[in-house]
């Protein structure tokens, strides 16, 4: 059966988003409930609009920690940025010494976007990527798999259960069995766990809440889901 509590699911990723885009100054650009999840041509536009880069939720000071307790610090860890956007956090990171990055989006314009940035890093690719058909990555290519609000936007989409199993499929199959999957996420645990801890996906998952940062924030949620050796 499928899990039920993604019903709930985007109402808080489009609550949040609304709330982390009005701390970024950023103005409606209609009166439209935006569509996250319902492919790229939304992120494209968003893109073009702004060229601003922008973390959604925490940023690599605040995610540091649990970088490096899913690495012990190997700065040598194949890491895997999934939705990548416009953040900065992977180049945090490659400054810091983790230089076998790879970043994915399916919006061809910020993958454009960031390449041109970071022609100084230049061990870090980027790639214009459906996270839900990752085919060109081969099984167990990577230790650690990265997620700001992806399986949010997911939750946003029109067959919502599907593409969230269909994705979580993906992450499991590319990542090498004892890596971990960093999920960060606006979603509380009865809202994610569901679709985390399904057999298949063979995750031993841990929530870790982030608390909030203000009177007027929320707080975030760290799914630390290390994949089962077997």
């Known amino acids: 059966a499928l899990p039920i509590s993604w019903e709930h699911s985007c109402t808080m ?5 609304a709330s982390h885009e009005d701390d970024a100054n950023e ?3 209609d009166s439209s409930e935006p569509n996250y999840g319902n492919g790229p041509d939304y992120w494209n536009n968003r893109y073009k609009a702004d060229t601003e880069t922008f973390d959604w939720l925490e940023s690599y000071e605040d995610l540091e920690s649990f970088i490096e307790a899913a690495t012990d610090g190997n700065r040598s860890t194949r890491v895997l940025h999934i939705g990548c956007g416009n953040s900065i ?5 490659y400054d810091a010494g983790y230089q076998h990055i790879t970043n994915i989006d399916n919006s061809g314009v910020v993958i454009e976007q960031m390449t041109s940035r970071n022609r100084c890093r ?12 990752m085919l060109n990555f081969n099984d167990n290519m990577f230790d650690l798999a990265i997620d700001k609000s992806v399986l949010d936007t997911f939750a946003c989409s029109d067959d919502a259960p599907a593409t969230i199993i269909t994705y979580l499929m ?4 590319v990542l090498r069995p004892g890596g971990t999957f960093l999920c960060i996420s606006y979603g ?9 801890q399904m057999s298949h996906l063979r995750f031993d998952v841990r929530p870790v809440m982030i608390p909030p940062k ?3 924030a929320r707080a975030h949620h760290v799914y630390i889901c290390q994949k089962r050796v077997e």
């Not at 990723?13 to 988003?17: D, H, K, L």
């Not at 993906?170 to 199959?173: A, G």
């Open 13 to 17: 990723a489009s609550e949040g988003a």
């Open 27 to 29: 103005d409606s650009k």
């Open 89 to 93: 956090l992977t180049e945090r990171m």
């Open 122 to 133: 230049p061990t870090m690719t980027w790639i214009e990527m459906d996270a839900t058909d």
């Open 170 to 173: 993906e992450v499991s199959r």
């Open 188 to 196: 509380s645990p009865e809202t994610r766990l569901d679709f985390l």
């Open 214 to 216: 203000n009177e007027t």
